[in-house]
C-alpha cells in the first residue's frame, strides 16, 4: 500500500501479558516514529528509528518497553508485562530523507489492558 | 522540558466563518511546525505545515502563521465546512539541531462546524 501500515488495529489482553505491535512504513521512508495517543490526549513521542538504529528512545516509559527496525523497513514494538495504564492508542509515522519531509502516520493499534 | 500549548481544546463555529486555534511553543530551537487532522479512529493527517524561516503560509482555505519572537503559531481555516470537522494537533520539531526529528504535540483542539 501506498501509506504507512499498522497491526493489528486493535489488541485486547489481560494485565502481565506481552504485546507486539508492528508497522509498516512507506516505501523508501528511512525515518520511523512510534507516538502513544491516550483518550483524549496529544500524541507522546516514545522512539525515533534511523535506519535500523534508534538515535533517540527519550520517550520509552519504562523498561518494559522496547521496539526494534529490521532490513530498514518493519518495526516492532514490545510491551512486556502489560499495565492498564499501557491502554491507549500506538501510532507509528514514517519520514523522508531523514525528517526534513514530514511524518505521515498510520491509523494505530488501539490497545486496551483488562 | 519541551512543551506545546494548544488553545482553545474545543471550538465549535457556524458554517462559513472562521475558526483559528493558537499553539505556543517553550524551546526556542524548534524551527519546524506541523499541523494534523485526526478524524475519528484514523491517524492524524498533515494539513500543512511552516518552517523557521516563514511568517506565513497558505492553502486554499488553511493558513499558518509563524511568530518566532513570541514562539506562537496560529492556524487559520476560513469559510468553515461541516467535514472541516475534527480535532486540529500543531507540533513542534527541532528537526537537525537536536539529532532527533521527534515531534511535540499540543493537546489538540476538537472543532466543530455547526451546519
Known amino acids: 500500500g501506498a501509506g504507512v501500515s499498522q497491526s493489528p488495529s486493535n489488541k485486547v489482553t489481560e494485565k502481565g501479558k506481552d504485546v507486539e505491535l508492528r508497522c509498516d512504513p512507506i516505501?523508501?521512508?528511512?525515518?520511523l516514529y512510534w507516538y502513544r495517543q491516550s483518550l483524549g490526549q496529544g500524541l507522546e513521542f516514545l522512539i525515533y528509528?534511523?535506519?535500523?538504529?534508534?538515535?533517540?528512545k527519550s520517550g520509552l516509559p519504562s523498561d518494559r518497553f522496547s521496539a526494534e527496525r529490521t532490513g530498514g523497513s518493519v518495526s516492532t514494538l514490545t510491551i512486556q508485562r502489560t499495565q492498564q495504564e499501557d491502554s491507549a492508542v500506538y501510532l507509528c509515522a514514517s519520514s523522508n530523507p531523514v525528517g526534513r519531509q514530514p511524518q505521515h502516520f498510520g491509523d494505530g493499534t488501539r490497545l486496551s489492558i483488562l | 522540558g519541551e512543551n506545546v500549548e494548544q488553545h482553545p481544546s474545543t471550538l465549535s463555529v457556524q458554517e462559513g466563518d472562521s475558526a483559528v486555534i493558537k499553539c505556543t511553543y517553550s524551546?526556542?530551537?524548534?524551527?519546524?511546525f506541523p499541523w494534523y487532522k485526526q478524524e475519528l479512529g484514523k491517524g492524524p493527517q498533515l494539513i500543512i505545515d511552516i518552517r523557521s524561516n516563514v511568517g506565513e503560509k497558505k492553502d486554499q482555505r488553511i493558513a499558518v502563521t509563524l511568530n518566532k519572537t513570541a514562539k506562537h503559531f496560529s492556524l487559520h481555516i476560513t469559510e468553515t465546512q461541516p467535514e472541516d470537522s475534527a480535532v486540529y494537533f500543531c507540533a513542534a520539531s527541532k528537526g537537525a539541531t537536536s539529532g532527533t526529528y521527534k515531534y511535540i504535540f499540543g493537546t489538540g483542539t476538537r472543532l466543530k462546524v455547526l451546519a
Open positions: 528509528f534511523q535506519g535500523n538504529s534508534a538515535p533517540d
Open positions: 524551546d526556542s530551537a524548534s524551527n519546524y
Open positions: 516505501s523508501g521512508h528511512t525515518a
